[in-house]
């Protein structure tokens, strides 16, 4: 096993769980320059930062899915609910690729979220939208650099209220848009470094951080769905 039992205790109770170095190093920096190739900039050249090429948002190259090291996939596995299948917790075909480049103006989050709540995707609440995200973090991430902003024990308070009335939150948008109902606390702003993975609930309230750094924010998100037909959606 890859996580201890205190991680596993960490993350039933925080809703998330980071875990430091689960990517080794080798195969991290080849993501991460496979990354900078596919997005078509460079690394030392900030002014063609901006030329990205977003159409790479659904990356397959192999060098990113080498991330998903049989470690990687075990720690899922230990995390994800229900019974362990593996042929759930295998590398996916497609992912998010999340480059978060450098802006000007004052550091902020996005406003806490839920994944999976968008209306049109119809996606139901019960019994789990999907099993596990996880964001594996490419680089190092500086505090105000994109880093992700998680909101601890939110997912076990955004679950009593979706279990307060399961027909009106059958579905994860009607929960998604009324987060404002529950008090979720203080969020915690993640500095990751290269090749720690974040793993987080589905009912886990999360957000996106403006990038007032200096070097882009590279991650790759991916979910583990409820069921191997849904897996390569
Ligand atoms: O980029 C991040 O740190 C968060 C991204 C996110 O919330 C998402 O992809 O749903
Ligand atoms: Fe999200």
Redesign the pocket.
């Known amino acids: 096993m890859i996580l201890s039992c205190k991680q596993i205790e960490q993350y039933l109770e925080n809703g998330y769980l980071l875990v430091p170095g689960l990517i080794p190093s080798d195969i991290v920096e080849c993501a991460e320059a496979k990354m900078w190739q596919e997005l078509g900039v460079h690394s030392n050249e900030p002014e063609t930062w901006k030329n990205a090429n977003w159409e790479t948002w659904s990356l397959i190259s192999p060098e990113i899915r080498a991330c998903y090291t049989p470690e990687f996939l075990t720690a899922a596995m230990q995390l994800g609910e229900g019974e362990p299948d593996p042929e759930i917790y295998r590398p996916r075909k497609r992912h998010?690729v999340?480059p978060?480049f450098p802006q000007e103006g004052e550091w902020r989050h996005h406003g806490a979220?839920i994944?999976h709540s968008i209306k049109s995707h119809g996606e139901k609440t019960f019994p789990f939208a999907f099993r596990l995200a996880a964001?594996a973090y490419l680089n190092d991430v500086e505090p105000h650099s994109g880093g992700?902003v998680v909101w601890p024990g939110s997912h076990r308070k955004i679950g009593a209220l979706a279990r307060s009335n399961p027909t009106h939150y059958e579905y994860m948008w009607s929960l998604g848009s009324d987060l404002h109902k529950v008090d979720i606390g203080e969020p915690i702003e993640l500095t990751p470094n290269q090749g720690d993975v974040l793993f987080y609930h589905y009912l886990c309230a999360?957000?996106?951080s403006q990038n007032v750094g200096r070097r882009p924010r590279f991650?790759v998100?991916t979910k583990w769905e409820r069921d191997v037909s849904r897996h390569d959606r």
Do not use: C, Y
Request: glycine fraction near 8%.
């Open positions: 998010s999340l978060i979220h994944d964001m992700t999360h957000s996106g991650a998100n």
